[in-house]
């Protein structure tokens, strides 16, 4: 059924809100994808914050006119799905990950930050990171540590369950450890004792000597 003027008119507003708030915008032919497959796309394009939708070119030029994305007019030909999203990234990933299991989606272009992209640019674009992959990364590292600690006190309540006496045994060696200075004190002490000489006793029978008083 034709679109009649007020239907064209609705469009192009909706269009031109989105293009308003967005950072990216991709283009993909869908020639000859079933409409379930398309169903399944518009799903994981709305769980992704990406506003998907099949456009009339002209109407989409229409709605691009004045804004960074009016470069991508002379690209706008053929049947277009337009994947728009204020996520740098998002549009490019939903439509990419899609052409990953359908070869039928084939991407033509894209925009972004006011630069045209290519095929090749927009593929590039998809690889990066999200915000939510990066933080999941982020929090994977900061738990790394925590979960370590977590085996070890694991270990070694499993070792006390079983009753072995390792843990025993490595108490009592530093108290052990800490005993021993003072008998190796008690040792070196001895020697400086005994080298002293001793004061030469008298023999038997023998007077000592008295020393003359002084006349």
């Known amino acids: 059924m034709p679109l009649n003027v007020q239907d064209k008119k609705a469009i192009v507003a909706d269009v031109g809100a989105q ?8 283009l993909a032919e869908y020639r000859g994808i079933p409409v379930e497959q398309l169903t399944k796309l518009r799903a994981s394009a709305r769980d992704q914050g990406v506003y998907l939708r099949v456009l009339k070119n002209t109407l989409a030029r ?35 990950n899609f052409a990953k299991t359908q070869d039928k ?62 843990p025993v045994a490595e ?8 005993a021993a200075p003072a008998e190796v004190v008690a040792e070196a002490a001895a020697p400086e004792v005994a080298a002293e000489p001793a004061a030469a006793a008298p023999e038997a029978g023998t007077e000592a000597k008295e020393t003359p008083a002084a006349e």
């Open 171 to 178: 108490v009592a060696a530093p108290a052990a450890e800490a």
């Open 105 to 166: 989606l084939v991407i033509t272009a894209g925009l972004y930050n006011g630069k045209l992209l290519d095929v090749a640019g927009v593929k590039s674009l998809a690889s990066i990171p999200s915000r939510d992959e990066l933080l999941s990364q982020l929090l994977g590292v900061m738990l790394a540590p925590v979960s370590a600690m977590a085996r070890v006190l694991g270990a070694v309540a499993a070792q006390k369950a079983a009753g072995a006496p390792a």
């Open 19 to 26: 293009l308003a708030g967005a950072q990216t915008v991709v």
């Open 62 to 96: 229409r709605a691009a006119q004045g804004t960074q994305f009016e470069p991508l007019a002379d690209s706008m030909v053929g049947p277009l799905i337009y994947g728009i999203s204020a996520d740098p990234i998002a549009s490019a990933k939903v439509l990419q």
